[in-house]
């Protein structure tokens, strides 16, 4: 197979693609940026809690 027919390919499985809205990609862009700050707020706040631990352990 060459490189023409390749991407010729290509762009036609492409076609039968089913692309979000813009609408949908910036909710689902939004969700997913909540969604990762609120985890790292989560295991922030259990890595300081742990760290914590371990100073009043190790003194």
């Not at 689902?28 to 609120?38: G, H, K, N, P, R």
């Given at each position: 197979m060459s490189l023409i027919d390749y991407i010729k390919e290509t762009r036609g499985e492409l076609k039968h693609v089913s692309w979000p809205t813009r609408k949908q990609a910036t909710v689902?862009?939004?969700?997913?940026?909540?969604?990762?700050?609120?985890v790292s707020i989560y295991l922030g706040i259990f890595d300081f809690i742990f760290s914590e631990l371990l100073k009043i352990f190790i003194s």
């Open positions: 689902f862009t939004v969700i997913v940026i909540v969604i990762s700050v609120a």
